[in-house]
């Protein structure tokens, strides 16, 4: 079963700097996706960005980009030039197929808090 | 284009009563998903969707969840008897197979308090 873990519970980060978010994953498969969802305070949750396990580049999306590192198995999240908007939690999520079944697996989340 | 749309946005309930919460996903998805995004336990999966058939009813917590589609478009979850631990937010996505990255698009989703 596929595994995501996220160990900051929370961020801080000053507005217009950039921050990571650590995701790190267990899986057995060879073939996987990640992604990235921010969840503002409204509740609905946003995608963000994605990375296939044979992608050869790190994804990016605008501000967003995918530090991805197959051999330690890690997908962190780089925001950069942070905004006060940027304020949300964070999850990372992994593509799951099991059973005929498709879900996405989910982290605990990062609660990222950007100071003016 | 709509996105994913829930209802109600809020429900409150005495243990005991049946409730029923609707998504109505993005049109043209093909796949639908139900998860609970509660304190203790994160965002749990619930139930996956494939046109109007699931292939995989484990996710559900108890015998009294039970979810149908319908035209493959709307769905309903059911919680039957409902008790406090079943108090969260219910969220439903849906996604197209045909796309690039297959994401799931959130609703708003529906916060229940049993009370």
Same mark, same amino acid.
């Given at each position: 079963?596929?595994?995501?873990?996220?160990? !900051?519970?929370?961020?801080?980060?000053? @507005?217009?700097e950039?921050?990571?978010? %650590?995701? =790190?994953? %267990? =899986?057995? %498969? !060879?073939?996987? &996706?990640? $992604?990235?969802?921010k969840? *503002?305070?409204?509740? @609905?949750?946003?995608?963000?960005?994605?990375?296939?396990?044979?992608?050869?580049?790190?994804?990016? @999306? &605008?501000?967003?980009?995918?530090?991805?590192?197959?051999?330690?198995?890690? +997908?962190?999240?780089?925001?950069? +030039?942070?905004?006060?908007? %940027?304020? +949300?939690?964070?999850?990372?999520?992994?593509?799951? $197929?099991? &059973? &005929?079944? @498709?879900?996405?697996? $989910?982290?605990k989340g990062?609660?990222? =808090?950007?100071? *003016? | 284009?709509?996105?994913?749309?829930?209802?109600?946005?809020?429900?409150? #309930?005495?243990?005991?009563?049946?409730?029923?919460?609707?998504?109505? /996903?993005?049109?043209?998805?093909?796949?639908?998903?139900?998860?609970?995004?509660?304190?203790?336990?994160?965002?749990?999966?619930?139930?996956?969707?494939?046109?109007?058939?699931?292939?995989d009813?484990?996710?559900? /917590?108890?015998?009294?969840?039970?979810?149908?589609? #319908?035209?493959?478009?709307?769905?309903?979850?059911?919680?039957?008897? #409902?008790?406090?631990?079943?108090?969260?937010?219910?969220?439903?996505?849906s996604?197209?197979?045909?796309?690039?990255?297959?994401?799931?698009?959130?609703?708003?989703?529906?916060?229940? #308090?049993?009370?």
């Amino acid at each position: 079963a596929q595994k995501i873990t996220q160990t !900051q519970p929370g961020m801080f980060v000053q @507005e217009k700097e950039a921050v990571t978010l %650590d995701c =790190t994953y %267990d =899986t057995s %498969d !060879q073939s996987y &996706g990640l $992604f990235w969802y921010k969840q *503002p305070s409204s509740g @609905e949750m946003i995608f963000l960005i994605y990375q296939g396990s044979y992608d050869e580049q790190n994804a990016t @999306e &605008g501000r967003y980009s995918l530090n991805f590192q197959k051999a330690r198995k890690s +997908a962190n999240l780089v925001i950069s +030039a942070s905004q006060l908007g %940027d304020s +949300a939690m964070y999850f990372c999520a992994m593509r799951d $197929f099991q &059973g &005929g079944s @498709e879900k996405l697996v $989910f982290g605990k989340g990062t609660k990222l =808090t950007v100071n *003016p | 284009g709509a996105g994913v749309s829930q209802s109600p946005s809020n429900k409150v #309930t005495e243990k005991g009563k049946d409730v029923e919460l609707r998504c109505d /996903p993005i049109s043209g998805h093909t796949a639908l998903y139900w998860y609970r995004q509660s304190l203790g336990q994160g965002l749990e999966f619930l139930i996956y969707f494939q046109g109007n058939s699931a292939p995989d009813k484990s996710g559900l /917590p108890s015998d009294r969840f039970s979810a149908e589609r #319908t035209g493959g478009s709307v769905s309903t979850l059911t919680i039957q008897r #409902t008790q406090q631990e079943d108090s969260a937010v219910y969220l439903c996505a849906s996604s197209f197979a045909g796309g690039p990255y297959n994401e799931q698009f959130f609703g708003p989703g529906t916060r229940l #308090t049993v009370l």
